[in-house]
């Protein structure tokens, strides 16, 4: 990343540090900032397709998907499965530190991927149906077109947001909104739960986001269903039979559970310090 790009994000962070504390704007500050990413996306992914009303098929066993909150290539990814409403595994896999490209050593599941495709790149797409595991954003997304789209054609404000300077401009905005590490960056260590949680809603929806930024730097797996079953934003943890329909609450509720040590601090001017001289390995 630039160097003036990093010092603009490390203002930001610091200034969303800040503001964060003042705890009676903090729910204001989240929604708008969540809000502002999703626009700066133009809400790419957050209307479906009807494909599945019209006989279409999804697919059979759940796919499965290794991503992080903070990486601008996992979002487009899951913007995809949320316009074609398709439910997904989500293993989180947020970074240890901003330093070091790769990095896993106590990540919950980084070494999975590590095992599974033979490196630490992210979104990591596994599909049971197809016995086809996929690195790469644009392959993983050109994949999904092809196999669950009906082929039906794409909406016309995904298609854009997809596009070069706007897919830029919208990789770069979002990460001004949402720059901590808490937000899907860095992991915070956490008690595994038993069973897999479930979260219902679209990509860009503001309250749906804030909880899958918690169970993210958590590193706590869930079915994140792209459906109208229950109303967006609901999480549902059948370990302790709890419901919840606010983001507050729910988020509230996952670090007081599950929580278990500090989430680093590291600024975003720590950005590769350790990859410094070295061959960083795939490109985007
Ligand atoms: N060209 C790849 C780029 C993927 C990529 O660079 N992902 C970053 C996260 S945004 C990554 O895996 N970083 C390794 C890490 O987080 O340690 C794609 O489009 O999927």
């Known amino acids: 990343m630039g160097k003036l790009r990093l010092i603009i994000f490390a203002i930001f962070q610091s200034v969303f540090r800040a503001l964060y504390k003042i705890s009676f704007l903090s729910t204001l500050i989240h929604n708008l900032t969540c809000f502002l990413a999703g626009l700066s996306r133009l809400f790419s992914g957050t209307t479906p397709l009807q494909i599945y009303a019209k006989g ?46 790769g990095h896993h050593k106590s990540s919950r599941f980084r070494g999975e991927v590590k095992k ?28 999904l077109w092809e196999n669950y789209s009906g082929g039906q054609k794409k909406p016309l404000f995904y298609k854009l947001s997809m596009k070069g300077p706007l897919l830029i401009l919208g990789f770069f905005l979002h990460a001004l909104m949402r720059p901590l590490p808490s937000m899907g960056i860095l992991r915070t260590p956490s008690k595994r739960p038993e069973k897999l949680l479930e ?44 419901s919840f329909s606010k983001a507050k609450e729910a988020c509230s509720y996952l670090f007081a559970h599950y929580q278990d040590g500090s ?16 061959k960083r390995s795939p490109k985007a």
Not at 72 to 85: A, G, H, M, N
Not at 203 to 225: F, M, N, Q, S
């Open 116 to 143: 599974l495709g033979n490196k630490i790149m992210f979104p990591y797409l596994v599909d049971e149906n197809t016995g086809k595991s996929l690195y790469e954003s644009k392959d993983i997304i050109a994949y």
């Open 263 to 278: 989430t680093k601090e590291e600024s975003l001017l720590d950005y590769g310090k350790d990859d410094r001289g070295e």
């Open 56 to 101: 279409n098929n999804a697919p059979t066993k759940r796919l499965i998907l290794y991503e992080f909150e903070g990486c601008p290539f996992c979002r487009i990814v899951r913007e995809t499965l949320s316009v074609l409403s398709i439910e997904v595994l989500i293993y989180p896999c947020p970074r240890e530190t901003l330093k070091k490209y």
């Open 199 to 242: 979260l219902w809603g679209r990509e860009h929806h503001v309250g749906t986001k804030r909880i899958r930024e918690a169970l993210c730097t958590l590193e706590i797996p869930y079915i994140l269903h792209h459906s109208n079953s229950e109303p967006k934003g609901t999480l549902k943890d059948p370990n302790t039979q709890k």
